[in-house]
């Protein structure tokens, strides 16, 4: 009896293994995992963004011993720098919460690191032709987000402006 049920196991483990892999807990599982890896990422992006908030607040001894300009300038492109994390981290979240990624969070995030960029070759007296090729990407980026959010398949249906705010937003004007 004891041999029978042993050789009896192996048979029955296969197919289950094939119905395990065959079925939507699968995807349970898939989902549970990158929720588990989402979660740690996060984690990561506010230990960063904590330690960028500690490291601009020490960097204000810059004020003290430097040029006011230069602490000033590097008290702006961290904190653009902070913001540009805080917009992955966003993104991050969006992605945690809706199980996918709006191109208008990944062209804002792009966006405010590129402007972030711009800011930091101005301050430092950047060539001419870098900053002219980041102002053609700010401005395509731009037009991305426009050209996403206009035909947005996901947009529903806007509603009919209320009595009061007609006069106001009224496009007869």
Known sequence: MIGSVASAEPRLRLPRL?????SPDLTLLWEKGTQAVLSLLIVTILVGLAGGVV?????LRLLLTADI????RHLIVNTLMLLAVVEV???TLAYFSEGRVRVTFIVDTVLVVMLTEVIS???TGGDWQKLAI?????VTLGLIRVVAVRFS?????SP?????LAPIFSSTL
């Open 89 to 91: 981290l966003k993104t």
């Open 121 to 123: 070759q101005w301050f």
């Open 153 to 157: 398949p996901a947009q529903p249906a």
């Open 160 to 164: 009919a402006p209320s009595a009061t």
């Open 55 to 59: 490291k601009t607040f020490l960097g």
């Open 134 to 138: 980041l102002a053609v990407i700010l």
């Open 69 to 72: 300009d230069l602490g000033l």
């Open 18 to 22: 094939r119905q395990i892999f065959a």
